[in-house]
């Protein structure tokens, strides 16, 4: 037996990737191109040695700081290029790599010319507003200013139905008082001022304006017909032309000051006509020289940022790439003499010579005298887990690494998941006609990958793409599964010759109630098409599902279990294999596997025993003879030392693992009355945060063992029941696809088609093609991936997987490239 | 709400409550300060605090820092906070939040009213009032000359209405009137929260007239030490404290007549709660009493979210976030002007 397994393969696909401890011994001057290359290598996890300094006691905080300013730097361009609109596609062209020290002198040159550029154009910008808003009120003021001359002449009746006509209230409480004083008003008292204020604001602005004066103003206001850019949010807004007509000067300044509050700009026009054309023609000409200059201005900033923007992609990653390696450098350690710097780090074994030959590249490029010396350490901790995967296999080992990182070294569950998992979905997806839409789908993702993977998608597009392989297989399998239903749309179809039934007569009349005739040989592949819509077909279809459902689901049990003795036997733990996997196997097939095997019996002799009732009473009166339901010869002794195994298998898995837990823990630990003493040259050997220190006794506490032995044991016979149950969802929900594209085909489609109205049959097919759409091939397609998740996450991985391994996060430019800040 | 939170509470607080303890997460530990404590410039506070929760706020700051542009951007994060709850509450946590704001209303006011009576600025005043605090016409209560005006102009469109109904005098503005302005309308927000907090019910208002009742000791404190000397009258004294609290009405009688700083500190040692406090001082020193009110407010504050179903935690996370936001200006001060032997002279631990 030993022989045969030693003689297996490797299996090196299942299990985790080797990993080394190493240590780096890196000279000062040459760290940093040490770090650079790699990062672009990408094999190296460096652990942090630094863990208790917070970010700026390390040594290099400052680079990491200046990294920091310069992102913010490059941050500002980018919204500024933004903000322009402007549109600068990076120029692939060859430019050296720019040194930090440079780019972070150029970066601040730029930044300074633009936000010297910015304040100028924001300067002339707001001239320019205040112009613009003079011109308005100009513009605006004059209507009411024309007819405040008019008042001044004294007609107050015409003044009345005309321009005031419209404000209500307040214009005649100003009007009555007028009326009270009138002479004294329009020579000395009756003042205006006009303005311009933010719509939202304006009638706050009224209130306010009313309540400071106690109504002894009158307010006119025009929307004007431009909008103003704000300069501060750059984005246009609605004003509104004001002016205020009061009368005294402590109004003045109450309006003044309110004006003041409400960012309201006032502008003085003069009631003169003459002297208004003048002063408008003046703002006018002012205002095209500024409109020249701002426009100029504008380009001028645009090729600024335009030089900018042609490199900006790049200094963001040359940026983010220095970061990443200052904060690397800052996880490293000084040596003793401060020449050095240490670093510790998991690779790969496969990468040993990589690291090798770049970390002396690096030495050479960087002209060092002396080279970095690289070692492999004894490693007390856990290695990392560190799976190479594909662009296939990566959707699938993220579904496992979903449920827990392995274990290092671990059997991968994801080997088997590429096929299983496809494969159980299209058991409850059997549907060539839904597997085909699917197909499609997943096709078009793949002929599109490449434009894809470079673009920024949605959340639920990049759930999509990623899992793009996955839907592949699971469409393959879902035709395959639905040419065994013979399903198409719940269509029966012909394809592998003719039926092996006919009707009794002719007519046909009695084949949906009395049966058909066989007269030749079986459907060569999958179901019968003539079962479709047979008094028989659910009984038929349901044995049929439900007892696959079992046989895959004891199959698939049975792996997991084996995979935990390929586990055991690869950590070289015997006692798991003896107190264990033995009896877990014993007992999962002397009462499942039994059932198994009674299923493959009845299928192959075609026997009418009853199997529920085997099952039932091999347990309640194991000793009974079976009678009619006998499937083979001595069945019921085989029953009976069956049982006796199942029996005996529990406490067998119960009981001696705790005990010789404890018998090992005490002969190690026999006659030691003190615990070990760590020996004095090995302290010495290990710095304080290294990988190799910290051995820590772990206490041995039998009953939290035996605790924890007994709920595993309850677990796995409560649960080889109940999960196997639990395999039957495979025929409830196969079950339930069937019969709801039954119910859309028949009960939709059908129904429509029997009507000889076009629109009706319209209608019919357009309601059948969105159920179709989103219950049976997005709701279905969702449920089933889900209940292919939980059969493998709970009933496969359950049996072997621990899942308490964590990922292998090598130190890499193309990782740090991808996450957007 | 009287007794059944735990049934109903879910259903509109829930979520609101859910987020606030996941600010309070994000709080500043001792370690936090620790480390901040060992900083050398602002840059390096800067780079710590982007580890945590305000380092979006900070990170696009150019690089020589102020103190004031810290403190303005974890203001920011504060408020930001507080509007996001406060678009999310229904009543009456909605009314809720918004007496939290009141306080800096009034501060607000007070010193708008105050700068205009200097002849400040109007806009530089806008910049220094509390982001909590602003209401639409801020700017507008620079226009009037009296309290009278102050409220027919401004206030009556604002929830600071009705606390005004007591100190509306025709007086001219000074210094003196809007101390008084500011402890009347405090004393009515006070009570008016608490009577809020008392409709409400339940272990909101259990929390919260806690809380609230030693805010308003506090201030009657306060109010004791610095009138002292003044010529404020016992009588007027007594007016600004507010109508509950521990020291309600008892202690009051007391403090009105204080003359002396020791004189409250005998008033105040009668009341256990507030033994503590005192006890920690030396007599006739009032300097480190702030600081001793402030750390029991934090073990207060603390305490309200040991409980669940009730506003109280809201309350306590915005007060505590301000005291955060108190110690980080000390600290950058402190840093800043290279003064680290300071440091914990002023910093109110939380966690």
């Known amino acids: 037996m030993d022989d045969f397994l030693d003689k297996l393969p490797q299996m090196d696909l299942m299990r985790s990737e080797k990993m080394t401890l190493v240590q780096l011994i890196i000279p000062v001057e040459s760290a940093h191109r040490c770090v650079t290359y790699l990062g672009e290598l990408g094999l190296l996890q460096f652990r942090d040695l630094n863990a208790d300094k917070s970010p700026f006691q390390r040594t290099f905080a400052n680079q990491v700081k200046r990294c920091g300013e310069m992102s913010r730097k490059l941050r500002f361009f980018k919204d500024q290029i933004d903000k322009a609109g402007l549109r600068c596609s990076p120029r692939h062209e060859l430019e050296p790599d720019i040194e930090l020290g440079d780019l972070e002198r150029q970066l601040a040159d730029h930044e300074h010319e633009v936000l010297e550029m910015n304040s100028n154009s924001e300067k002339l910008r707001q001239t320019y507003n205040e112009l613009l808003e003079f011109k308005i009120v100009l513009q605006k003021a004059n209507g009411f200013l024309a007819s405040s001359n008019a008042h001044a002449t004294g007609d107050e009746t015409e003044l009345h139905e005309g321009t005031y006509s419209n404000n209500g209230f307040i214009e005649t409480s100003s009007l009555l008082e007028q009326e009270m004083r009138p002479e004294p008003l329009n020579q000395s008292g009756l003042r205006f001022i006009s303005g311009i204020i933010n719509k939202d604001k304006l009638l706050r602005f009224e209130r306010m304006l009313f309540r400071a004066t106690r109504g002894n103003m009158l307010f006119n206001q025009t929307p004007s017909d431009e909008e103003i850019m704000d300069p501060s949010t750059s984005e246009m807004v609605e004003k509104i032309v004001f002016v205020v007509f009061f009368s005294g000067e402590q109004a003045r300044t109450k309006i003044l000051k309110i004006c003041e509050a409400f960012s309201a700009n006032c502008y003085p026009v003069p009631e003169d006509t003459t002297k208004q054309r003048q002063l408008t023609r003046e703002v006018l000409s002012r205002l095209s020289d500024l409109e020249a200059t701002l426009h100029a201005g504008t380009r001028h900033r645009n090729d600024a940022l335009n030089a900018v923007g042609y490199r900006l992609t790049k200094w963001i990653t040359t940026v983010r790439r220095e970061k990443a390696v200052y904060d690397t450098l800052n996880m490293l350690n000084f040596d003793v003499t401060k020449k050095c710097l240490v670093g510790e780090g998991w690779c790969p074994t496969f990468a040993k010579t990589q690291i090798h030959e770049v970390l002396q590249r690096a030495t050479f490029d960087s002209n060092s005298q002396v080279g970095v010396i690289f070692h492999v350490m004894q490693a007390v901790e856990s290695p990392p887990t560190y799976f190479r995967t594909n662009k296939l296999t990566n959707a699938f080992q993220e579904i496992i690494d979903a449920y827990g990182v392995a274990r290092y070294q671990e059997a991968n569950p994801a080997v088997y998941s590429v096929v299983t998992y496809p494969f159980l979905f299209a058991v409850m997806f059997g549907d060539w006609g839904h597997g085909l839409c699917l197909l499609l789908g997943a096709l078009y993702l793949l002929a599109r990958e490449r434009k894809l993977s470079s673009q920024k998608l949605g959340s639920f597009m990049e759930m999509l793409f990623g899992g793009r392989y996955v839907i592949f297989l699971m469409a393959l399998f879902s035709i395959y599964c639905g040419l065994i239903y013979n399903e198409f749309f719940s269509v029966p179809f012909h394809i592998f010759g003719g039926s092996a039934y006919k009707c009794r007569d002719t007519t046909c009349s009695d084949a949906y109630t009395v049966g058909l005739v066989k007269y030749r040989d079986p459907y060569p592949f999958g179901v019968d098409p003539s079962w479709r819509g047979s008094r028989s077909e659910l009984p038929y279809l349901n044995s049929l599902k439900m007892k696959m459902s079992i046989l895959l689901g004891i199959a698939q049990m049975n792996l997991g279990l084996i995979l935990s003795f390929f586990n055991a036997r690869f950590f070289g733990s015997s006692l798991d294999i003896r107190y264990q996997f033995i009896p877990q196997m014993i007992f999962l097939n002397s009462l499942f596997g039994y059932l198994s095997l009674l299923i493959i019996i009845k299928w192959c002799t075609g026997s009418q025993a009853d199997l529920y009732h085997v099952m039932i009473y091999m347990f309640l009166s194991p000793t009974e003879e079976l009678g009619e339901n006998e499937l083979f010869w001595g069945q019921r002794p085989l029953q009976i030392l069956l049982l006796l195994m199942a029996f005996i298998a529990v406490p067998w898995m119960l009981f001696p693992k705790p005990f010789a837990l404890r018998k090992i823990h005490m002969e190690r630990f026999q006659g030691r009355t003190y615990g070990v003493l760590g020996t004095s040259e090995v302290d010495l050997d290990v710095e304080p945060d290294s990988a190799r220190g910290g051995h820590q006794e772990e206490e041995f506490n039998f009953s939290e063992i035996f605790v924890h032995q007994l709920i595993h044991s309850i677990e796995f016979v409560l649960g080889s029941v109940s999960n196997t149950a639990s395999y039957l969802r495979l025929w409830a929900l196969s079950l339930a696809h069937s019969e709801l594209s039954t119910v859309f085909y028949e009960k939709v489609l059908l129904l429509a088609w029997g009507y000889e109205n076009i629109l009706i049959r319209l209608i019919g097919l357009v309601v059948f093609a969105f159920a179709t759409a989103f219950i049976l091939l997005m709701m279905e397609t969702l449920s089933a991936f889900l209940h292919a998740l939980r059969l493998h996450w709970v009933e496969f991985m359950g049996k072997f997987f621990h899942g308490d391994g964590y990922k292998f996060k090598p130190f890499s430019f193309a990782l740090i490239s991808d996450d957007d800040e | 709400m009287y007794g059944f939170e735990a049934l109903t509470f879910n259903i509109h607080g829930g979520y609101l409550e859910a987020i606030v303890r996941g600010h309070r997460a994000g709080l500043l530990t001792t370690a936090d300060y620790n480390n901040l404590c060992q900083c050398e410039n602002l840059d390096d506070i800067k780079m710590h605090l982007s580890a945590t929760k305000y380092g979006s706020y900070l990170q696009n700051e150019p690089s020589p820092l102020h103190t004031t542009t810290i403190v303005e951007k974890c203001t920011l994060k504060l408020v930001d906070d507080y509007k996001h709850m406060l678009c999310q509450a229904t009543e009456p946590m909605s009314t809720f939040l918004e007496y939290i704001r009141y306080g800096h209303m009034i501060d607000n006011v007070v010193l708008i009213v105050t700068g205009t009576l200097h002849e400040r600025d109007v806009q530089e005043l806008i910049e220094k009032c ?222």
């Not at chain 2, 003196?176 to 608490?194: C, P, Q, S, V």
């Not at chain 2, 600290?331 to 002279?345: G, P, Y």
């Open chain 2, 130 to 351: 509390h982001p909590l605090g602003m209401f639409d016409s801020i700017a507008t209560l620079a226009v009037a000359q009296n309290m009278r005006e102050l409220y027919r102009l401004v206030l009556v469109d604002t929830p600071l209405a009705p606390y005004f109904s007591e100190c509306l005098t025709s007086e001219d503005l000074d210094d003196m009137n809007i101390e008084i302005m500011r402890n009347t309308l405090y004393k009515a927000y006070l009570e008016d929260f608490y009577k809020f907090c008392q409709k409400l019910g339940g272990a909101t208002a259990e929390i919260m007239s806690d809380l609230l009742a030693f805010e308003a000791d506090r201030r009657a404190v306060n109010i004791t030490i610095n009138s002292i000397g003044t010529e404020l009258t016992r009588e007027d004294r007594k007016k600004l404290y507010s109508n509950f609290g521990l020291l309600y009405p008892y202690g009051h009688e007391e403090l009105a007549i204080c003359e002396d700083i020791d004189q409250v500190r005998g008033v105040m040692e009668k009341y256990p709660p507030y033994q503590a406090i005192f006890s920690k001082m030396s007599y006739g020193e009032s300097q480190m009493l702030d600081k001793a009110f402030y750390e029991e407010e934090v073990r207060r504050l603390c305490l309200a979210f040991e409980q669940q179903f009730h506003y109280g935690v809201f309350f306590a996370y915005m007060r505590l976030r301000e005291q955060e936001i108190r110690n980080l200006m000390w600290i950058s001060e402190c840093v800043a002007q290279n003064q680290k032997s300071r440091i914990h002279d002023s910093v109110v631990y939380m966690f």
